[in-house]
């Protein structure tokens, strides 16, 4: 044996060798299960008469769906500022080391938390119920007054409650993303005298974005979500429109699809969005960023056998 | 001219500095040697106020860090008194505490425009000239993870340096760096020694206070057991402490 080794090795020389790469039979079959089950799948949803496509099509871009769509994105736009600007205050509070702002910043948090979203939007429903009047003015003297009723509307409730229960997971995010930046960072800034609001949000902040995104960006699509709760205050967003419609016309599942495809479309948009945001937050953070999935795609039509052929 | 006398700092139940006294004259170069936990950084941290002192006074230039005197009283500075009095104070950290997602050059411009208003233009010309001068001239718009970390503390000197402070810090210039990097960044320290920078330093690297020191002192266990020119601290050490920490580091 050692002398028929020995043997080859003089006869070819290594620059002649010839890699041949390990062979992965079981992803093959993996992948193989994976495309019958997803096959079955599609057949299934085309075939299917219960699907009722031509409904959906119907309906899809109907004019009462499409503004119900638009009431979605009002109160997921106004959700998300209004809980984003009120979430930087949170952290910041409970950052500090004033005891009384943090255990508030604590406190607001536990309470907001604890509290389902369905039963906060109907306690801002019911505030008129509970407080006739709304007041401003020095605390405890005089002061102008409001009927609750007209201040706030059905939908003015939907987005504080949202705004409200956003504020206490945004404060948390944002806590955290504060956290994660190095102590280092904070000195250098001080050590170079750089102005407190300044080295916020050109020195910490930005390092901060990089983990605080990912989760926000969840956050962003879970509110997208629950903005279909708001239907219990009878406003005419996505879920609610569409809910009217199969009330009347009994076609439930068709009509849930108009729903289903609309919230898939704009989380694919949000999912995008982040993608592109954290890129931009990630400069510096790696050597080299890597490609984009629309570059990839392009470098691979550049470099397939298959496109070769043909160009040949 | 920096004067320090009967600094104090505890931190919890360990008395870090027990009463440090130390002048170092405008120009000169003092290098501050002694075991890990002897409190030199901390010494270096609270000559800018990262620290604050339980008890003593720090004055550069006839300047009470931290406080302002009025009468018999000292009433301490706002943060933003502070930041400006560290604007004009320059750190370097053992760890350069680069700014990663600003570029070099960016590094360098920030304090000067943020911190002390100059116009943009002649902060951007500086900036070009202080990276030429550590040999980065053509590495300004590299972000630090582009930067090996020699070259990174070249930046960060350079960012020091750009606020033209009446002091420079170093606080182990050298000790996170490869061995064959320390040489680098001990030259940039030799010619700016030699330009008459005020500098304080502290470091474990002999050769270099043996070369640009005007004056050594070394620390051990929060006070300083010595001080003095190299020749007398370091080829004739007076204390037995001071000589059995040279022989160690000598080795």
Same mark, same amino acid.
């Given at each position: 044996?050692?002398?028929?080794?020995?043997?080859?090795?003089?006869? +070819?020389?290594?620059?002649?060798?010839?890699?041949?790469?390990?062979?992965?039979?079981?992803?093959?079959?993996?992948?193989?299960?994976?495309?019958?089950?997803?096959?079955?799948?599609?057949?299934?949803?085309? $075939?299917?008469?219960?699907?009722?496509?031509?409904?959906?099509?119907?309906?899809?871009?109907?004019?009462?769906?499409?503004?119900?769509?638009?009431?979605?994105?009002?109160? +997921?736009?106004?959700?998300?500022?209004?809980?984003?600007?009120?979430?930087?205050?949170?952290? @910041?509070?409970?950052?500090?080391?004033?005891?009384?702002?943090?255990?508030?910043?604590?406190?607001?948090?536990?309470?907001?938390?604890?509290?389902?979203?369905?039963?906060?939007?109907?306690?801002?429903?019911?505030?008129?119920?509970?407080?006739?009047?709304?007041?401003?003015?020095?605390?405890?003297?005089?002061?102008?007054?409001?009927?609750?009723?007209?201040?706030?509307?059905?939908?003015?409730?939907?987005?504080?409650?949202? @705004?409200?229960?956003?504020?206490?997971?945004?404060?948390?995010?944002?806590? !955290?993303?504060?956290?994660?930046?190095?102590?280092?960072?904070?000195?250098?800034?001080? !050590?170079?005298?750089?102005?407190?609001?300044?080295?916020?949000?050109?020195?910490?902040?930005?390092?901060?974005?990089?983990?605080?995104?990912?989760?926000? @960006?969840?956050?962003?699509?879970?509110?997208?979500?629950?903005?279909?709760?708001?239907?219990?205050?009878?406003?005419?967003?996505?879920?609610?429109?569409?809910?009217?419609?199969?009330?009347?016309?009994?076609?439930?599942?068709?009509?849930?699809?108009?729903?289903?495809?609309?919230?898939?479309?704009?989380?694919?948009?949000?999912?995008?969005?982040?993608?592109?945001?954290?890129?931009?937050? !990630?400069?510096?953070?790696?050597?080299?960023?890597?490609?984009?999935?629309?570059?990839?795609?392009?470098?691979?039509?550049?470099?397939?056998?298959?496109?070769?052929?043909?160009?040949? | 001219?920096?004067?320090?006398?009967?600094?104090?700092?505890?931190?919890?139940?360990?008395?870090?500095?027990?009463?440090?006294?130390?002048?170092?004259?405008?120009?000169?170069?003092?290098?501050?040697?002694?075991?890990?936990?002897?409190?030199?950084?901390?010494?270096?941290?609270?000559?800018?106020?990262?620290?604050?002192?339980?008890?003593?006074?720090?004055?550069?230039?006839?300047?009470?860090?931290?406080?302002?005197?009025?009468?018999?009283?000292?009433?301490?500075?706002?943060?933003?008194?502070?930041?400006?009095?560290?604007?004009?104070?320059?750190?370097?950290?053992?760890?350069?505490?680069?700014?990663?997602?600003?570029?070099?050059? &960016?590094?360098?411009?920030?304090?000067?425009?943020?911190?002390?208003?100059?116009?943009?233009?002649?902060?951007?010309?500086?900036?070009?000239?202080?990276?030429?001068?550590?040999?980065?001239?053509?590495?300004?718009?590299?972000?630090?993870?582009?930067?090996?970390?020699?070259?990174?503390?070249?930046?960060?000197?350079?960012?020091?340096?750009?606020?033209?402070?009446?002091?420079?810090?170093?606080?182990?210039? $050298?000790?996170?760096?490869?061995?064959?990097?320390?040489?680098?960044?001990?030259?940039?320290?030799?010619?700016?020694? @030699?330009?008459?920078?005020?500098?304080?330093?502290?470091?474990?690297?002999?050769?270099?206070?043996?070369?640009?020191?005007?004056?050594?002192?070394?620390?051990?266990?929060?006070?300083?057991? &010595?001080?003095?020119?190299?020749?007398?601290?370091?080829?004739?050490?007076?204390?037995?402490?001071?000589?059995?920490?040279?022989?160690?580091?000598?080795?």
């Amino acid at each position: 044996m050692t002398v028929l080794t020995t043997q080859r090795r003089a006869e +070819t020389a290594d620059e002649q060798l010839v890699v041949v790469p390990a062979r992965h039979p079981w992803r093959w079959a993996g992948t193989a299960l994976v495309l019958v089950l997803l096959a079955q799948f599609v057949h299934g949803l085309a $075939t299917n008469p219960g699907w009722d496509w031509s409904t959906f099509l119907g309906y899809f871009l109907e004019k009462s769906v499409v503004e119900a769509l638009g009431v979605t994105l009002l109160l +997921t736009f106004a959700g998300a500022v209004l809980g984003f600007l009120g979430g930087i205050p949170l952290a @910041a509070m409970r950052l500090s080391p004033n005891p009384v702002l943090s255990v508030v910043s604590w406190a607001y948090i536990w309470v907001f938390r604890s509290v389902p979203l369905l039963v906060q939007l109907l306690f801002w429903a019911n505030l008129g119920y509970l407080y006739e009047f709304l007041q401003i003015g020095i605390p405890f003297g005089p002061g102008w007054s409001f009927p609750t009723v007209n201040l706030i509307s059905s939908l003015g409730a939907a987005i504080l409650g949202l @705004a409200l229960h956003e504020a206490a997971y945004a404060g948390e995010i944002i806590r !955290a993303g504060l956290l994660s930046v190095d102590h280092g960072q904070h000195e250098a800034a001080a !050590a170079l005298g750089i102005p407190k609001w300044r080295q916020f949000y050109r020195i910490v902040l930005p390092q901060a974005m990089r983990a605080i995104l990912p989760n926000a @960006a969840n956050l962003l699509v879970n509110l997208l979500k629950s903005t279909s709760i708001v239907y219990v205050l009878a406003i005419g967003e996505l879920f609610y429109q569409v809910q009217v419609i199969y009330g009347r016309s009994g076609r439930v599942v068709p009509l849930l699809m108009v729903a289903t495809v609309w919230y898939v479309i704009l989380t694919a948009a949000l999912s995008i969005l982040q993608y592109y945001t954290e890129r931009h937050f !990630a400069r510096g953070a790696v050597r080299n960023l890597p490609p984009t999935p629309f570059q990839k795609l392009t470098a691979f039509l550049k470099a397939a056998p298959l496109l070769k052929a043909v160009q040949r | 001219m920096i004067e320090i006398s009967g600094v104090h700092k505890t931190f919890g139940t360990t008395e870090v500095l027990r009463g440090i006294d130390l002048t170092a004259a405008a120009g000169t170069v003092t290098v501050v040697l002694g075991p890990s936990g002897s409190g030199k950084s901390t010494l270096l941290r609270c000559i800018n106020h990262l620290e604050k002192v339980d008890s003593g006074l720090v004055r550069v230039d006839g300047e009470l860090i931290g406080y302002r005197q009025s009468g018999t009283r000292l009433h301490e500075l706002s943060e933003r008194q502070i930041l400006k009095q560290r604007a004009g104070i320059g750190f370097v950290f053992q760890n350069f505490n680069l700014f990663p997602h600003l570029t070099a050059l &960016e590094n360098i411009t920030e304090a000067p425009i943020s911190a002390q208003g100059k116009p943009k233009r002649l902060v951007y010309d500086r900036a070009h000239e202080l990276l030429t001068r550590v040999g980065l001239g053509d590495r300004a718009h590299a972000y630090p993870r582009q930067l090996s970390g020699g070259q990174q503390q070249r930046v960060a000197i350079a960012r020091a340096l750009a606020l033209d402070p009446k002091l420079i810090l170093f606080d182990e210039p $050298t000790s996170a760096l490869d061995p064959e990097l320390v040489g680098e960044v001990l030259d940039v320290l030799r010619d700016l020694a @030699a330009t008459g920078v005020t500098m304080i330093v502290v470091t474990h690297e002999i050769g270099f206070a043996r070369e640009a020191a005007d004056t050594v002192v070394f620390m051990d266990s929060g006070r300083i057991v &010595e001080q003095g020119t190299p020749a007398e601290v370091l080829d004739n050490p007076q204390h037995e402490r001071t000589r059995a920490f040279l022989s160690a580091v000598l080795v």
